[in-house]
Each structure stands twice: as C-alpha cells, then as structure tokens.
C-alpha cells in the first residue's frame, strides 16, 4: 500500500496565469528513497510543500496513509506536519536563538513531549554533533546547521521527509555528508524520503527520480 499519494493536483498561484503545478498525479511506496529535478520554477517546491502539507492545493488531493490531508483544518494540519513530515531546507531554517539541542528537540516540544536525553545524545553522536549540544546555529558551519536540520526533520520519526535542495549550499563533502546520513534514515529506520536536487550525483543516489516541467511530472531523469 502506497504511503503517500497525491491525485490531480493543481496549483494556480494567485495572479498567475499558468498553473505552478499542472494535474500531477504520483505514489509513493514506504521506504523508497525518491530525487526530484527539473529546471527551475517548474513546480518542484510546490509539489513538496503541497505532499507535505505546507500549502493548499487549488484542486486535487494528497493522502499520507489513509488521511486526507487537505480536509483537515489550519490546526489539525499544523499538527500532522509536526508528526508525520520532516521537512529540510536549502537554507537550514533553524532558529538562531535556540541551541543545537534545542532546534532538534522542538518538534517534539511543541508537541508537549520531552525527548530522552538518552535518545537525543545518541542522535547528536550520529549527526556528529555531540561537541555541539549547546552552541547555536551562528556558531556553526554550513555542514554543520544542515545536519541539525536533519536531526530536527527525524525526532518525532515521521511518516516522510521532504528535502528542497539540501545539499544546494554545500560543497561537495558536505553534501556527500547529508546524503549518507538520509541514506541512513532510509536504510536503517525505513524513512521514506524525497529529494528535490539540482545536483546529478545527489539525484544518482536515489531508487527513483522524477522529473518536472512547467508543472508536469514524468517517472525517469
Ligand atoms: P521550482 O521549485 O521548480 O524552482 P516552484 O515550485 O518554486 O519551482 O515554482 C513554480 C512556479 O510557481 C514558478 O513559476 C514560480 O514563479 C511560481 N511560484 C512559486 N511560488 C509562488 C508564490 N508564492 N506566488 C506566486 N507564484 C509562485
Ligand atoms: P565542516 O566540517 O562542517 O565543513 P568547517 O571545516 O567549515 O566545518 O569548519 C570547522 C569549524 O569551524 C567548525 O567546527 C565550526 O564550528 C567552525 N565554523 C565554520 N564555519 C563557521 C562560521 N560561519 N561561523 C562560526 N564558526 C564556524
């Protein structure tokens, strides 16, 4: 049975004339490993803010398991993403205020719930950022805030995580870096990931790429 599965979507952005994202259907098994390209402003981040449930669909449907989605309200959504979407970056979105620990654990915390200390300093060692529990994002390499934001998107063990060009502002190393520790999340905890790159080594590494232009999906590179 399909994780996700997104029906006729379409999505019109307001005063534009052509749709961002034009009657895509797609499937997704749990634990496929899955690359996204295409040229840019063909669609690529409204299709995974839309499986994610970041944004609204002007029409069509997106179910992650048996939910759909887009008949929950603002709350319930909220919710959800919390729960089932880890969402990465470009940019690493973390919150400069707040420590490495800390941006990790919010998910979790914002839920109401405490993450084990236990659990979370064996998470920090896999990320290799246990000499960074306590600094804050500034402190911090490029390399370095990308893999908090990896620990942020695993905490709460969702059903899927979303990555919009992870590897987009990294050399190579730390590219190579984040993809072995996604490879990771899929290989060890069965996490079923997507992966919008511009990068053809990052997309080689996934079991299946799909392509996107001007809104249009098609399976293969
Ligand atoms: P990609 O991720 O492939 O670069 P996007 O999904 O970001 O593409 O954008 C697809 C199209 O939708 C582009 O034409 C872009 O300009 C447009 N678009 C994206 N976001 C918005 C928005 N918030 N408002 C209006 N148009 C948008
Ligand atoms: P990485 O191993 O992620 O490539 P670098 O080799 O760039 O890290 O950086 C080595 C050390 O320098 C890191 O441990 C980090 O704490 C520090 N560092 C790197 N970039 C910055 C920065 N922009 N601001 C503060 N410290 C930094």
């Known amino acids: 049975m399909a994780i996700l599965t997104a029906t006729n979507l379409v999505k019109k952005y307001p005063g534009e004339d052509q749709a961002a994202l034009d009657n895509v259907s797609l499937s997704i098994e749990p634990g496929e490993f899955t690359a996204v390209v295409g040229p840019s402003g063909s669609g690529k981040s409204t299709l995974l803010h839309l499986l994610g449930g970041v944004d609204r669909p002007t029409s069509g449907t997106v179910q992650l398991y048996d939910t759909d989605l887009y008949q929950l309200n603002e709350t319930q959504l909220a919710i959800f993403r919390r729960r089932q979407v880890g969402l990465i970056y470009q940019f690493y979105n973390l919150i400069p205020s707040l420590t490495v620990a800390e941006n990790i654990t919010l998910p979790t915390e914002l839920d109401g719930k405490t993450v084990p200390e236990e659990r979370l300093n064996a998470l920090l060692?896999?990320?290799?950022?246990?000499?960074?529990?306590?600094?804050?994002?500034?402190?911090?390499?490029?390399?370095?805030?990308?893999?908090?934001?990896?620990?942020?998107?695993?905490?709460?063990?969702?059903?899927?995580?979303?990555?919009?060009?992870?590897?987009?502002?990294?050399?190579?190393?730390?590219?190579?870096?984040?993809?072995?520790?996604?490879?990771?999340?899929?290989?060890?905890?069965?996490?079923?990931?997507?992966?919008?790159?511009?990068?053809?080594?990052?997309?080689?590494?996934?079991?299946?790429?799909?392509?996107?232009?001007?809104?249009?999906?098609?399976?293969?590179?």
């Open 125 to 221: 060692i896999q990320l290799g950022l246990a000499a960074k529990k306590d600094s804050l994002p500034g402190q911090l390499s490029g390399g370095q805030q990308q893999r908090v934001a990896i620990g942020r998107a695993l905490i709460n063990q969702p059903a899927i995580v979303l990555a919009d060009e992870p590897t987009g502002n990294l050399d190579q190393r730390n590219s190579q870096e984040i993809m072995r520790l996604l490879h990771a999340a899929n290989v060890q905890q069965g996490q079923t990931i997507i992966v919008i790159t511009h990068d053809p080594q990052v997309a080689a590494q996934a079991k299946r790429v799909l392509t996107i232009t001007d809104g249009r999906l098609t399976e293969g590179a």
